[in-house]
C-alpha cells in the first residue's frame, strides 16, 4: 500500500514552454501534498505543501507564478512550471501525507531538462 | 529551528561490512524521525522510522534507536550487500513537515 506516481518520470522541452508534473496517490486519500525540487547530489528543498481544495502554501523564495500547483482531488496534485528556463532543470519530487501525516510517501520523481 | 546533521560521504564499503551513518538532529517539540533510501535516478523510499525516544526503527536488515539523550538516530545495518549501494537521508518531522539532512551516499563494492 501507499503508493504515490508521478508522470513523467522525464521531460525535456524547450525554453519558455510550460510543463505540467501530475503526482497520485494510488491507493489512499491525501489530504496533503508537498511538492519537493533536488538538485544533483543535494537534498530535498521543500517547495510548497497543498491541501485539497485550498490554495498551496509556498515556501519563502519560490515563485509561486512560476511553479504553479493544484491539488483538485484527494488523489491527484499537478505542478505546473510555466514558462520554463534553463535553470528550471531538475529533478522534482511529491509525496503524499495523510491526516495525520505522521509519514510522507514519495513518488518516484520527474527529471525535467529545459533545452 | 529543526535540523538533521548527516555524516559526509560517500561512505565506501566491501560486501559484508559493517555500516554506520551518523545522524543527529535538533528539533523543537517531539518529532518523528524517518531514513529515507534514494536508489540511482528514483524517488525516496521510507526504509524504517521511529516516533518515540528509545524506539526502534528496522526493516531489510538496517536498523536505528531513537535516542533522545544524544539527539541521534544513527543507521546500522551488519552485513551490507551491493544492492544497498544508494544515497540515505535521515530525516525529522514535527507537525508534518519533514527537514532532511544532505544525505549520505553509500558505495558497496564486491
Known amino acids: 500500500g501507499a503508493v504515490v506516481s508521478q508522470h513523467p518520470s522525464w521531460v525535456i522541452c524547450k525554453s519558455g514552454t510550460s510543463v505540467k508534473i501530475e503526482c497520485r496517490s494510488l491507493d489512499f486519500q491525501a489530504t496533503t501534498m508537498f511538492w519537493y525540487r533536488q538538485f544533483p547530489k543535494q537534498s530535498l528543498m521543500l517547495m510548497a505543501t497543498s491541501n485539497e481544495g485550498s490554495k498551496a502554501t509556498y515556501e519563502q523564495g519560490v515563485e509561486k507564478d512560476k511553479f504553479l500547483i493544484n491539488h483538485a482531488s484527494l488523489t491527484l496534485s499537478t505542478l505546473t512550471v510555466t514558462s520554463a528556463h534553463p535553470e528550471d532543470s531538475s529533478f522534482y519530487i511529491c509525496s503524499a501525507g495523510t491526516s495525520p501525516p505522521d509519514t510522507q510517501y514519495f513518488g518516484p520523481g520527474t527529471r525535467l531538462t529545459v533545452l | 529551528g529543526n535540523s538533521v546533521t548527516q555524516m559526509e560521504g560517500p561512505v565506501t564499503l566491501s560486501e559484508e561490512a559493517f555500516l554506520t551513518i551518523n545522524c543527529t538532529y535538533t528539533?523543537?517539540?517531539?518529532?518523528?524521525l524517518f531514513w529515507y533510501v534514494q536508489y540511482p535516478g528514483e524517488g525516496l523510499q521510507l526504509l524504517l522510522k521511529a516516533t518515540k525516544a528509545d524506539d526502534k526503527g528496522s526493516n531489510k536488515g538496517f536498523e536505528a534507536t531513537y535516542r533522545k539523550e544524544t539527539t541521534s538516530f544513527h543507521l546500522e545495518k551488519g552485513s551490507v550487500q551491493v544492492s544497498d549501494s544508494a544515497v540515505y537521508f535521515c530525516?525529522?518531522?514535527?507537525?508534518?513537515?519533514?527537514?532532511f539532512g544532505t544525505g549520505t551516499q553509500l558505495k558497496v563494492e564486491l
Open positions: 528539533a523543537t517539540g517531539y518529532p518523528s
Open positions: 530525516a525529522l518531522s514535527v507537525l508534518s513537515f519533514l527537514t
